[in-house]
Structures are given as C-alpha cells and as structure tokens.
C-alpha cells in the first residue's frame, strides 16, 4: 500500500496487559488499580504467581500474533483496506498509542476489537470509553460489543472441549457419564448485575451453543479469577465448583475458559496449577481445552465480524 494513500478502515485490536518482565509488576499492579498502590501482601502475592508461570505470560506475544491473523484475514476480505494495529489497556502498548498510530497513518474510521467475546460496561465498555477518550472529534470510532456467538470461535472451541473430554476418557479411562465440563471466563464484580449487564446471559449463551455442538450431556458454568476486594464477585467460583461436582461423584472435569484467546496468568496459574492441584487433591481428573492463539478459524471469524460492524459502502466491499 502506498503512502500516499491511506488504509480507509484502521482496526485496534486490545487486550488487557501484561507486565513485561518481574521488574514491572508493581507499576501494571499499580495502574490496574488506578494508579493506586497495591500493598505489599497483594505485590508479593502476584509477584509469586508470575514466578510460578516462569516470571512472565506470554500474553503480548500472543496478543502480536493474533493482531497479525486478523490483519492477513481482513487483507484476504478486502485487501488494502485495513490497518490493525495494538492497544493494551493496563501496559504498553497503550490503548492511547494504538490510536495515535492509526491517526498518524491518516486513517479516520477507527474501529475497536477486543480480544473479549462477552461484553460488559466494566471491560469491553471501558476499553471503548478508554479509546473514545483519545480519538480526535474528526475522527469516527466505534466498538465491537460482542463476538460470543461466531461460528468460528463456537467451532474451535468446540473442537478444543471434544479432544480434551476425549483425553480424559481415553488417556485416563474416565467414563464419558462421568465427565462433565465446566465453561469459565474472569468474574466480575457482582454489582453488574444491578445495572442488567449482559455479560452472565452471554456466557451462558456461548456454553449453550458449545454444548449443542459438541454434543454435551454434562456441563455447567463456573467463574476465575475473582479480584481480591472486599466487594462481592460473580460465583459459582471454578474452586468452589471442583468441591461440589467431587462430592456429587463427578470422576473428570474439563475446563473450557470460554472468555479467553490466550494463555496468560489467569490460566497457566488459575487453572494450570491452582484448579488443577485442588482437582489432584479432590481426585478429580482434571483436563483444560485449548486457547484459539493462531487459529485460522478465529481470525477469519473475527475478520468477519469487522466486516459486519462496517457498512458494506465504507470499505468497498
């Protein structure tokens, strides 16, 4: 594409953040909570998990190569039309330099993607508050709410809970009536719930949907990674779930982390070694599906979904 002509649609493609490196913890800490210090006991608490994980998440390298799907998948729709590029809300690349870069291409129809399926106003509704904020009033941008019911993601993650119950029964010998699979995404804070936030009904969709394809007879939904506060989250909490399928005879649980894209602190430690050490003590086999990472599916279904957001005359299609 040459200079002198710009992309006519520029994509921001976001995700949450990570810290790059154990140097840098207390200031991603620091401005997820607003630029409000953690105390010491909750620094050292994370400081340890990301230990656990091996010091970093892989979460802005996923992040970089999923940017880089979506944009092969929109060049293949439309080529010469979209520039995707990176905004993290809590690390760089910020949100605010993802914009910036766009709006220096000369691109004034700015549209936001997050690596989110289920919409809330207390994530993708602050993503897009957070980009608004820093769009110059000439310019048009416009959020994707939701993508929790695309046929590409629904088939990965059908695919991905099929091989893992599969692994079960047939690597551990778990009988199939004894497995049942739990759908997971981050918990909230439960005062959502009070404004008729559509994110419970959505992940509730996307399990229903799941479950159909994948011909399901036992599942149910559970909640991760509830933040350490003093006000009450969303439950049934994932740890607490393990518990009770383990008294009700359930033998194997697969978890499906239906809300997330990539791996990060929150499965290789939440589910990876947190849920799965409860599972070994509760003799629960314990099986995780796959995440989409470089799934050519996913990126032509999100390639999609942007194309949908946009009238058809915008783009040239």
Known sequence: MSSKRPFRVGVLVMAYGTPAGSDAIEAYYTHVRRGHHPPPELLADLQRRYSAIGGTSPLLEHTRVQAQGIQHALGRLAPG?????????????????????????????????????????????????????????????????????????????????????????????????????????????????????????????????????ANLERWSIAWQSAGRTSEPWIGPDLLSVLYEKAQRGVAGIVVCPAGFVSEHLEILYDLDIEARRLANQLHLAFSRTALPHNDPRVFDALANVVCQHLEADEIGL
């Open 81 to 213: 039309h979209f520039q995707v590029t990176l905004g993290m809300k809590h690390a760089p690349p910020f949100i605010e330099a993802g914009i910036a870069e766009l709006v220096q291409q000369g691109i004034h129809r700015l549209v936001g993607l997050v690596l989110a399926p289920h919409y809330s106003t207390m994530s993708i509704g602050e993503y897009a508050s957070r980009a608004r904020a820093c769009c110059p009033k000439d310019h048009t941008f416009t959020i994707i709410k939701h993508w929790h019911l695309v046929s590409g993601y629904l088939d990965f993650l059908a695919s991905s809970v099929r091989a893992a119950f599969n692994d079960l029964h047939t690597r551990q010998g778990i009988a199939r009536a004894d497995i049942e699979v739990l759908f997971t995404a981050h918990s909230l804070p439960t005062r959502i719930l009070d404004m008729g936030d559509p994110y419970p009904q959505q992940l509730r969709e996307t399990a229903e949907a799941v479950a159909a394809r």
